[in-house]
């Protein structure tokens, strides 16, 4: 069973009952799901996930206390903490009443404060910039079983994915990148016999890679050991990006295969200017993606944003 679908059948069978039940008054200004850190918040768990942090769990998202006090908001973690401690097979784990977990009563301003260091989702310019994509897709992640108050929603939908000036200088450096570490060095440490620094070169150029092509998609890229299962879950064509990737990375590198890696690498960065002209970032797909990283950064309209350093954000 997965998390989302325990977590969810744990929470209508106990935790929506004991919520009814006992705090009725604190119900409009509560939101229950899932969501932060953990394989299964992305649906990502299986049997490997099991040996740690998998169990019956939800969290209980609260405002502020000026909403809803501290005595309450204590009230509510001794309770959850007093749900069924063995659910389906599955063993809760300790919870701590005085907080701190990543399950049970939890602040949205905190949960949100803790991953992108704002607690309303109102990022500025430079935040947006510097934020690691995997905090912000654990943000956005899970599900959100119910809402009566409305605000993890609205914060949800601010950090949904990154405004278009931001994703356009992300993209751009992530181009750059592309460009330098794939239709450039990765030959030239070859032809030097450096295949220490010709492997980091492939590396640098997957990364680079994974990071356009969900910035093309409009989203987050996941904790790294995820990004190539999310990014096989794009879409069939994505899928077979994907194995291209890997053999990028586990391949070796004696002649014949140099040939053929540099060929990918080509064959990639075509695939990934098209689709850029899909989306009417160029009107010239296949070019070198040097010249593309500048041409999308052109784009931006943001004059501040616009003007500096154009791997600011990679």
Known sequence: MKGLELSEKFYKEFGEPMLNERFSHVLPFIAVGLAGSGSECYGYDDEISHDHDFEPAFCIFLPD?????????????????????????????????????????????????????????NLSAVQWLSLPDYMLAESVNGAIFCDNYGEITRIRELLKHYPEDIRLKKLAGNLLLMGQSGQYNYKRCIDRNETGAAQLAVNEFVKSTINAVFLLNKKYVPYYKWSFRALRELSAEYSVLSSELEFL??????????????????????????????????????????WLAYAVNDLIKD???????ILCAV
């Open 65 to 121: 206390e000026s909403v809803v006090d501290r005595k309450t908001a204590f009230e509510l973690e001794r309770a959850y903490s007093k749900l069924p401690k063995e659910f389906m097979g599955y063993k809760r784990s300790f919870v701590s009443a005085v907080g701190g977990n990543r399950h049970g009563v939890i602040r949205t301003a905190d949960f949100f404060e803790a991953r992108t260091g704002c607690a309303d989702g």
């Open 303 to 309: 004059n501040g944003i616009r003007n500096m350093n």
């Open 249 to 290: 990375l586990s391949s070796g590198n004696d002649s014949d295969t140099v040939k053929k890696k540099c060929g990918i690498i080509e064959k990639i960065c075509l695939a990934v200017s098209l689709e850029m002209q899909q989306q009417n970032l160029t009107d010239a797909p296949g070019a070198e993606m040097e």
